[in-house]
Structures are given as C-alpha cells and as structure tokens.
C-alpha cells in the first residue's frame, strides 16, 4: 500500500512539474506574444515609451533611437515630433518627401494609440521591404521598424507591447 501511494505521489509531482516548466504564451492586448518568461521591459524615460524587450535582444539607447540587436539583426525605434494633426497626414508627406512605395497599410490602436502598420519598400532598399509600425500621440511620432523578414513576427509582438509614458 505504501509503494502503491509513494508511487502515485511521483507520478503527480512529475505531471505538476513538467505543467509548471512549460511556458505559457503571453497574451498583450490580445496578442499572442511568443517570448519565454525571462523577455523584460524596456522604458525610455527621454523617449517616454516603454515596450517588452525578449530575452535574446540587447538594447543599445541612443537617446534619440532605440536598437534591439539580436544574431538575425535589429529593430529600430524611433521618436520624431510633428505638427500634423493625424499619422496618416504623417505618412502621406513622408511617402511624398522621400519617394516611398507603401505596399500595405493597416489602421488600429494599440494601448489606445493610433497605429499604422507598413510595408514600405523605398529605392535600393531590400527586396521584402521594411515593417514599420507608426504610433502618434501628442504630435509625435513613435516608429518601430525592420527590414529582416524573420525579424517580423518579434516586431509584431514587440509593437504590440508598445506604451507611451507621460
């Protein structure tokens, strides 16, 4: 009786703890994120945004850009101020300033900010074009972009993840 008990006691502590080392995926404003646990925050107090950083990037703060490098290459973030009222009057005059071909535009808000999402592909520049996600607030705006297609999937999630700070 007692190495029938001992031996279901094993078997559940095997089922609980192989359940506890697998890692959920982590949902962000219903966006199935696919880091481990150990990704962090990243807030940039000069910028005034913060977003979730996975674990294989390092973070290189230029006060005015935000490199994410990993092995596969970088994400970029950036602030620029603007006086137009809306991103899409921001981004028609950026297409029109510097000869942009805008391949695909999706409209949404993230964390309640406007948000445009982008194909862009631009004279000598890669073949598969650049993602960039544009976010305005407060005549500003906040882009988050690369041009490594298997970059794109940690783009969207990190873009999901987006906040500004006041």
Do not use: C
């Not at 137009?84 to 950026?94: C, G, M, P």
């Not at 000869?99 to 535009?105: D, H, N, P």
């Not at 445009?116 to 000598?124: P, Q």
């Amino acid at each position: 009786m007692i190495l029938v008990s001992i031996f279901v006691l094993s078997i559940i502590v095997l089922f609980i703890s192989s359940y506890n080392s697998q890692t959920p995926p982590k949902q962000i404003n219903g966006y199935q994120a696919q880091f481990p646990v150990n990704d962090r925050w990243y807030h940039s107090s000069i910028l005034k945004f913060s977003i979730l950083v996975p674990a294989e990037y390092t973070i290189e703060d230029q006060q005015i850009t935000v490199t994410l490098h990993n092995k596969k290459g970088d994400i970029i973030v950036s602030r620029v101020g603007t006086n137009f009222k809306n991103i899409e009057s921001f981004l028609d005059d950026l297409q029109i300033k510097n000869k942009l071909e805008i391949v695909s535009t999706y409209k949404s808000k993230i964390n309640e900010l406007d948000t445009l999402k982008t194909n862009i592909k631009y004279f000598g520049g890669p073949k598969n074009g650049e993602i960039t996600y544009y976010f305005y607030k407060n005549y500003a705006v906040y882009s988050l972009s690369t041009s490594v297609p298997t970059l794109f999937s940690d783009l969207d999630t990190i873009a999901h993840s987006f906040h500004y700070i006041p």
